[in-house]
């Protein structure tokens, strides 16, 4: 499969704790995007990559989440001490700067925090 | 920041009508629209796009317009099925600042037999 991959595509987690999310974008995108959606929602920007180098993150994003890219390839989205109202899909999208910039989603994170 | 509003939230047609949905955006430097398609549990699907340079696209049954005076476009699907039953979303955005993608709240399509 060659599109975006999310890695783990469920995750419940107790108040508190801290959760790692991974996402491994198309070969050869240098954008690479996190949006959160919650049920009966759109998707929500949350931060994004150009290459290894985080160009703009939302006011959504609050101190307790970090992302990274660290060689310009897959993604990590950190969520410390998490909440009951972190608990919603989060979603990444990859895409090539100058040819279009379609983004394209993979199958998204489910986090449910007890 | 972009907001963009989708109307209607909920759509219900039969099978072989055409369904419409609508939105508005108020960023006038907004100048790529996408659509998606998102199924139940699965991720957004992009099913067409458009750009300020144009008005309008098609794809077989699916089409898009853009008034950009009115700052609002539009996804016509023809002769529905089943299986177009999904949530659709249209997007905003501003290509070369990042073009991170301003969505609407969705559309609940259902095609009935």
């Known amino acids: 499969d060659t599109g975006v991959s999310q890695d783990p595509r469920h995750k419940i987690t107790k108040r508190g704790q801290n959760v790692t999310f991974r996402c491994d974008p198309i070969s050869e995108h240098n954008r690479l995007y996190w949006y959160r959606q919650t049920l009966g929602q759109g998707p929500e920007f949350l931060t994004y990559?150009?290459?290894?180098?985080?160009?703009?993150k939302s006011r959504l994003l609050s101190d307790r989440f970090s992302a990274e890219r660290p060689k310009g390839s897959f993604s990590t989205l950190e969520i410390q001490r998490t909440e009951q109202g972190d608990s919603a899909m989060y979603l990444c999208?990859?895409?090539?700067?100058?040819?279009?910039?379609?983004?394209?989603f993979g199958p998204g994170t489910r986090l449910l925090v007890l | 920041g972009e907001n963009v509003e989708q109307h209607p939230s909920t759509l219900s047609v039969q099978e072989g009508d055409s369904a419409v949905i609508k939105c508005t955006y108020s960023d006038s430097a907004s100048n790529y629209f996408p659509w998606y398609k998102q199924e139940l549990g699965k991720r957004p699907q992009l099913i067409i796009d458009i750009r300020s340079n144009v008005g309008e696209k098609k794809d077989q049954r699916i089409a898009v317009t853009l008034n950009k005076t009115a700052k609002h476009f539009s996804l016509h699907i023809t002769e529905t099925q089943p299986e177009d039953s999904a949530v659709y979303f249209c997007a905003a955005s501003i290509t070369g600042g990042g073009n991170k993608l301003t969505f609407g709240t969705g559309t609940q399509l259902k095609v009935e037999l």
């Open positions: 990559f150009q290459n290894e180098a985080q160009l703009e």
């Open positions: 999208a990859s895409s090539f700067q100058g040819s279009g910039e379609t983004q394209y």
